[in-house]
């Protein structure tokens, strides 16, 4: 037997992918977990954490590099949170996240789907329409970047290759201002200090909203901020101050004030125009989210008879787009801002058969259920942990001849999926898209129909 403890060395095979994008081998018996590996591959593997199933470890020599293999093209990579898959051709990202939704949908979903590739982005760089950066002032100076992996210590990142070069711009303008007129960054530890984060939204017109997150409501030299950034990015809309003075890790404070130009920018998607402030939920990915939208459209297979309810609608996006092709949608939410934001968005678009109020799951049966109400379709696009236990059976009791799930991890969806076969609803097709190219995650939407 092999001597498996800490710092052993040993020769193993890269047989698959965690849910993280980690490399899965086999040692005796025992699982063995190793970033920035590749299936097909051959590693010496240095052992740096063992249990009495698992292992972790890092490879310290490739023996047998895959064809997939590339040179990342980040200098961050591997010491910043963010990326998982640079090491990697695209294709085979696409394959390994193809394979992680097929393998929960059988092992947790117990239901064996012919599943389609993934739909990959036309671009997988530059795609994100919103950047949160945490500040820090510590031993290696000012950082304005991403948190390292499993920290809350702040890598310095002049770029990022997800991140829109305006971003980039505007980032480096701002640090350029903390240090000439020595803005204090936050200290988590004390509580002292002023900038916390450094948050920017972008659309598809080239325009940018920058927001300061600071422990405190008044910013020093905003008019020097101000012409900086307006000098860095010529798109810049508006400039605005969120006070955040709690000790918490929630980035944004409930307390804005708009410092120059306005407090939101507009974006199109699916044909329809949406307004966004800081606060509101919008897909980081635009082109992949018109992608994702018109699969749930699809698998929804509207005629302009139906009623539909869509569940976690947030502000409306799906709503609206559903809405274009049915008799009447209701959207449910249970952030109240979001609803209003839904409510505005149904007005600037002229859709008069969406409505939306603020409530959960069971609430939103309820009321349909003392109107007389049946939803022929529902569609539910829940947060990371899924349908919670009693929802399935609600939407169930419904009786609706389709239900089209998005989900953002296909572990929960499997999970839910399994609770739905229980209760008469059986998964028909599924389609992975791919919102956040070069990192673990994925999207998926599964329809569900009711067993013959």
């Known amino acids: 037997m092999a001597d498996i403890r800490k710092n052993t060395v040993h020769t193993l095979d890269i047989t698959g992918y965690t849910a993280d994008g980690m490399g899965v081998a086999r040692l005796e018996g025992r699982v063995v977990f190793a970033p920035y590996t590749i299936q097909g591959e051959r590693w010496r593997v240095r052992l740096e954490k063992v249990n009495k ?3 972790w470890g890092r490879g310290v020599e490739l023996l047998l590099p895959s064809p997939e293999r590339i040179q990342p093209d980040c200098p961050q990579y591997g010491k910043c949170g963010g990326c998982q898959f640079r090491h990697m051709s695209y294709e085979e990202e696409l394959r390994a996240k193809g394979r992680r939704i097929a393998d929960a949908l059988e092992r947790v979903g117990h239901v064996k789907l012919d599943l389609p590739p993934v739909l990959g982005a036309e671009h997988p760089d530059r795609y994100r329409n919103k950047v949160q950066f945490p500040v820090s ?7 304005v970047g991403y948190y390292r992996p499993r920290s809350h210590d702040v890598l310095d990142a002049p770029d990022c290759p997800l991140q829109p070069e305006s971003v980039t711009r505007l980032r480096s303008a701002f640090k350029d201002w903390m240090q000439e007129y020595s803005i204090p960054a936050y200290n988590e530890g004390t509580g002292e200090g002023l900038v916390r ?10 325009e940018s909203l920058v927001c300061v997150v600071a422990n405190g409501g008044v910013l020093p030299f905003g008019g020097e901020l101000i012409q900086a950034l307006r000098r860095a990015d010529p798109g810049l809309i508006g400039l605005v101050l969120n006070t955040n003075i709690r000790d918490t890790n929630v980035i944004l404070g409930e307390a804005y004030a708009v410092l120059w130009g306005r407090d939101w920018l507009e974006e199109e998607l699916c044909q329809l125009s949406f307004r966004l402030s800081v606060p509101s939920f919008f897909q980081i990915n635009r082109a992949q989210t018109q992608r994702l939208y018109s699969i749930a459209l699809d698998f929804a297979q509207l005629t302009g008879t139906e009623t539909v309810l869509d569940l976690y609608c947030g502000i409306g996006t799906i709503s609206l787009a559903l809405a274009r092709r049915a008799r009447r949608v209701v959207g449910a939410e249970i952030v109240p801002q979001a609803i209003q934001d839904a409510k ?13 109020f603020c409530g959960d799951a069971g609430t939103v049966a309820r009321r349909l259920a003392e109107e007389g109400i049946r939803p022929h379709v529902i569609s539910v696009d829940p947060p990371r942990k899924g349908l919670a236990p009693q929802v399935p059976a609600i939407l169930a009791d419904m ?20 609770r739905f076969s229980q209760l008469g ?3 028909a097709k599924a389609q992975g898209v791919d919102l956040f190219p070069r990192t673990a995650h994925v999207e998926t939407v599964v329809l569900l129909v009711q067993n013959p």
Not at 197 to 206: A, G, K
């Open 53 to 55: 199933n698992v292992a």
């Open 137 to 143: 002032q510590g031993k290696r100076g000012l950082s």
């Open 197 to 206: 984060h450094l948050y920017i939204r972008t659309n598809s017109r080239n």
């Open 344 to 356: 505005e968005n149904a007005v600037r678009n002229g859709i008069s058969n969406a409505e939306f």
């Open 399 to 418: 009786a609706p001849d389709r239900i089209v799930y998005v989900s953002c991890d296909p572990a929960t969806l499997a999970r839910d999926v399994d």
């Open 425 to 427: 609803y059986h998964a």
